[in-house]
């Protein structure tokens, strides 16, 4: 199956830093990814959708100056956590999909906490 | 706007036996996607089974099937025979059709989340 990659798994970073987390399709290329966001015992909350070479699209109430998204190439999205603040703690998910973005392919996520 | 619930937040199981986890979605759409995904404690999500609305036969997938019910907005996980490695969270969840149009499709719009542990 679809291989879904974030790097890195765990992050901790103090107040005020940027952080920058890679989502990466390893055996397919993937014209659009998806970013979410989970807090403890809760449900995954979407922040944005990017397409490859276009801006990402970002749900209401989520700061896309904050959260930068960028979607480079077929195989790699980025998301930056700018100026990061206590409150921005949480578990980022990304998903890809190629084709048809029907059939999503998680990556394993990546915990950051922000002293 | 799509919602999703799941009324359940927690279920247990004895190993080997059924559980049915409950979801029920609200939209306007007639063509959509139903799915159950599973998160297990290492947090990477799985997808378990998946439903295409305008299909009527029910979608199953070893031990795992779901039932349907388009009218009623209904979208219940089967899990037969239990096993311990079942034990996760279990999200069900919507997407529109790619017929639907708009610059929602391929949104995943998740429900709450239950909390499913099997005992030994």
């Known amino acids: 199956g679809a291989v879904v990659s974030q790097h890195p798994s765990r992050v901790i970073c103090k107040s005020g830093t940027s952080v920058k987390i890679e989502c990466r399709s390893l055996?397919?290329?993937?014209?659009?990814m998806f970013w979410y966001r989970q807090f403890p015992k809760q449900s995954l909350m979407l922040m944005a959708t990017?397409?490859?070479?276009?801006?990402?699209?970002?749900e209401q109430g989520v700061e896309k100056d904050k959260f930068l998204i960028n979607h480079a190439s077929l195989t790699l999205s980025t998301l930056t956590v700018t100026s990061a603040h206590p409150e921005d703690s949480s578990f980022y998910i990304c998903?890809?999909?190629?084709?048809?973005?029907?059939?999503?392919?998680f990556g394993p996520g990546t915990r950051l906490t922000v002293l | 706007a799509q919602t999703v619930t799941q009324s359940q937040p927690e279920m247990s199981v004895q190993e080997a036996e059924t559980v049915t986890l409950s979801c029920t979605y609200d939209?306007?759409?007639?063509?959509?996607?139903l799915f159950w995904y599973k998160q297990p404690p290492s947090r990477q999500m799985i997808l378990v089974i998946r439903?295409?609305?305008?299909?009527?036969q029910n979608a199953t997938e070893n031990r795992f099937s779901v039932n349907f019910q388009k009218a009623a907005k209904s979208f219940s996980l089967k899990i037969s025979d239990s096993q311990l490695g079942d034990t996760a969270m279990y999200f069900c969840?919507?997407?529109?059709?790619?017929?639907?149009?708009?610059?929602?499709?391929?949104?995943?719009?998740f429900g709450q989340g239950t909390i499913l542990t099997v005992h030994p």
């Open positions: 439903q295409e609305a305008y299909k009527q």
């Open positions: 939209t306007s759409e007639n063509n959509y996607y």
């Open positions: 969840a919507f997407m529109k059709h790619a017929n639907a149009g708009g610059t929602s499709y391929g949104k995943l719009t």
């Open positions: 998903s890809a999909s190629g084709g048809f973005v029907d059939t999503q392919y």
């Open positions: 055996d397919f290329q993937a014209t659009t």
């Open positions: 990017s397409n490859e070479g276009s801006k990402a699209t970002y």
